[in-house]
């Protein structure tokens, strides 16, 4: 066996490019109210369990406990969807899908055209308040489906219309 | 040798239209079953003189129901091979038609238990890979008469083969040499097919049984069911004489005796457990290639089974090596092939080919499958030096925790102080973890093959054919990138569905990726100075 690399980052010389589209700008505040709905369930069950328990000796503990939630609920909702803004991105070529997702962890994933099955649109109660659209590609593989959350509803129906027409142009069963 | 019920029958002339019935012998089996399930409460009466009351009673009635539908299965089910379609009807208020197309099927299994040995039956079951469950049952079909099940096999993998040919599931079917009731049927020896046989495991493989750990699960098996009838005939364990003076020794015993003498005897027990569950499993194990491209695995010593798989549908192989049988340079090896499934037990998504054996010839019998041994051998690319530390980093967090929790135990639960002590013995055994989970990592890209390889506690080194891969997620989190390195799985309609390079250095993973399907990752990637 040998060894790759050295231990030290070297320049890098290789490089994958992000995709060239982001997400709709709305996809921000629908990305911060949905984790704010379940922050406050949380706090709720929080705040419930303080006052059923009251006189048991550890109100303190309580308190700090529900003090330490609000300020974790804070920091998420302050960073997360702005940091999931920047990383969140698609593109789409006559050969490829390409998106990129996540922010903390982070996942790229390329699927050929040739090899997807379905591309499937779909729309929650909130995101339709948001005029936002999911688009899902899937591959013969269980591991694999590509998600483009948060898309400007016409973009994901332009999106799935142009996948649909690559599709037909490639036959096989995709496995 | 095992065998499966010879199908030295002929095949049952079809009905209208070409469909077939299930064998009236299975009419048998449903009952018989029944009995058998109930036996701990039929033994729970016997030796109580009483039943346990309404519980009983049910259990009965239930059963009885339940071999009035068994025959009623017989009457509603049918099946036939017709227009490139397998269909199959059942039911009888609600009737079913499952029809598949062949070019859908990728496995054909063939299992009989005793029972149906016994009446010359077998049960088969078409895999279409298929992801949802229930569709998955819907091809099987117990109940078969072998030489109608041979017959089904060839049409459904469309090797119009005579039947005689067919029969070759055990050309070498010395049934008598097991003992078992099987030994009643008439053997005829089928004049063999052309086939090349690739691996035959001889008797002194069982020898890796103790170390396959397989017999944990017997173990627990057996005592549930000892409990269960324990617990209908309503006897009182304490009543029980041995066991009395058992507990009673054992109490009497220094303490540090015990924690020697009672592991060794639990460890002694699944390792027995373990060798006859392997001889159960694995006796006159044999892979051949049959001529028209396919692989086929017949095995089982009681229960017998015979496995064959398209070669089209394989896309690798898998050589695992779990850390006891690494101990003792064993292996087993698995296929990757489309529409098997390995993550529910290897063995029983029928996906093995070849139990726990030398690993020399785990090597040997991959590179034969493959038709080429060098992905099997080649020597691997390192992840280097960030890689290694980040081994570490992660096992040193596991043993926080675990440590974490050994702190907390004793305040919640009555055990002795120094349960925390454990997490300092603990330290040298996770370092060496550590240490060995980075000796394992490497991938390779030889030919059309990628290679990666992983794990400790389980080595595994997949083989998977790039024809195979449709498509990388390059999974990267936080702590990951700040090294420089990324996860890269190829997902693939084979198999596990995902196999990884992890912890690779990002370029390394990109390079990897590119080589192995040029002309997808080319597009997005920049190249710099």
């Known amino acids: ?175 | 040798m095992s065998s499966l019920p010879d199908a030295s029958g002929t095949a049952r002339p079809a009905g209208a239209d070409g469909w077939r019935r299930l064998d009236i012998r299975m009419l048998v089996v449903h009952p018989f079953r029944e009995l058998l399930r109930l036996f701990p409460l039929l033994l729970g009466i016997l030796v109580a003189g009483s039943s346990t009351g309404r519980g009983g009673l049910w259990g009965l009635l239930g059963a009885g129901i339940a071999v009035t539908l068994g025959v009623l299965r017989w009457f509603t089910t049918s099946y036939r091979v017709a227009d490139e379609r397998v269909q199959v009807r059942r039911g009888l208020l609600r009737r079913q038609l499952v029809s598949v197309s062949l070019d859908r099927v990728r496995t054909v299994d063939i299992t009989a238990s005793p029972l149906h040995r016994v009446l010359g039956l077998v049960r088969v079951n078409v895999g279409t890979g298929l992801s949802d469950r229930r569709r998955e049952d819907a091809l099987r079909l117990d109940g078969l008469s072998a030489a109608d099940a041979y017959r089904l096999r060839d049409d459904v993998l469309r090797r119009h083969a005579t039947p005689v040919a067919a029969a070759a599931a055990a050309p070498d079917a010395g049934t008598a040499a097991t003992g078992a009731p099987a030994a009643a049927l008439a053997v005829v020896a089928a004049p063999a097919a052309p086939e090349e046989e690739l691996a035959a495991a001889p008797p002194g493989w069982a020898r890796y049984g103790p170390f396959t750990l397989s017999g944990f699960l017997t173990v627990f098996f057996i005592a549930g069911f000892a409990w269960r009838i324990v617990s209908e005939a309503h006897l009182d364990v304490r009543r029980l004489e041995r066991l009395t003076v058992g507990s009673a020794n054992l109490g009497a015993t220094p303490l540090w005796l015990d924690l020697i003498a009672v592991p060794l005897g639990v460890l002694l027990v699944v390792a027995c457990a373990s060798t006859i569950g392997y001889v159960l499993a694995f006796w006159g194990f044999r892979l051949v290639r049959r001529e028209g491209g396919s692989l086929q695995v017949t095995r089982g010593l009681i229960s017998t089974r015979a496995t064959t798989i398209e070669e089209r549908r394989l896309r690798g192989v898998e050589i695992s090596e779990p850390l006891l049988l690494r101990l003792v340079r064993g292996a087993r090896c698995i296929a990757i092939a489309t529409g098997l499934r390995v993550g529910r037990g290897a063995e029983r998504g029928g996906s093995l080919l070849l139990p726990p054996a030398p690993r020399a010839e785990a090597v040997r019998v991959a590179g034969a499958v493959l038709g080429t041994s060098e992905p099997v051998t080649a020597p691997l690319l390192r992840h280097g030096a960030r890689a290694h530390r980040r081994r570490y980093t992660r096992v040193a967090i596991a043993w926080v925790v675990v440590t974490a929790i050994l702190v907390a135990l004793p305040r919640l639960l009555p055990l002795p102080p120094w349960t925390w002590e454990v997490s300092l013995v603990l330290v040298p055994v996770a370092a060496a973890l550590a240490y060995d989970r980075y000796r394992g990592l490497g991938h390779a890209l030889t030919g059309r093959f990628l290679v990666t390889s992983l794990g400790s506690l389980v080595r595994r080194r997949c083989v998977l054919a790039v024809d195979g891969i449709i498509g990388w997620n390059l999974e990267e989190s936080f702590f990951q990138r700040r090294a420089g390195l990324a996860t890269l799985v190829a997902t693939t309609a084979a198999g596990r569905q995902r196999y990884a390079v992890q912890d690779v250095p990002l370029e390394d993973a990109l390079r990897l990726a590119d080589d192995a399907l040029p002309e997808l990752l080319a597009p997005f990637l920049v190249r710099g100075a």
Not at chain 1, 38 to 65: E, I, Y
Not at chain 1, 75 to 84: D, G, I, K, N
Not at chain 1, 94 to 112: D, E, L, N
Not at chain 1, 151 to 160: C, E, K, M, N, Y
């Open chain 1, 1 to 175: 066996m040998t060894d790759a690399r050295a231990g030290r980052a070297q320049p890098a010389s290789l490089q994958l490019r992000p995709p060239r589209h982001l997400v709709s700008p709305r996809a921000v505040l629908y990305w911060t109210v949905r984790a704010a709905m379940g922050w406050v369930v949380f706090l709720v069950a929080q705040v419930a369990f303080l006052v059923a328990s009251q006189g048991d000796g550890l109100l303190g503990w309580h308190v700090a406990v529900l003090a330490a939630t609000v300020v974790a609920a804070a920091a998420h909702l302050a960073v997360m969807p702005q940091w999931r803004y920047r990383v969140h991105r698609w593109e789409a070529t006559p050969h490829a899908v390409y998106t990129q997702a996540g922010w903390f962890s982070q996942q790229r994933r390329i699927a050929p055209i040739s090899r997807i099955q379905t591309v499937d649109t779909e729309r929650g109660a909130l995101e339709q308040l948001f005029r936002l659209s999911n688009v899902t590609v899937t591959t013969a593989s269980a591991a694999g489906p590509l998600r483009i959350h948060g898309l400007d509803r016409d973009v994901a129906q332009g999106l799935v219309d142009d996948l649909s027409h690559a599709i037909e142009a490639t036959r096989g069963d995709a496995t």
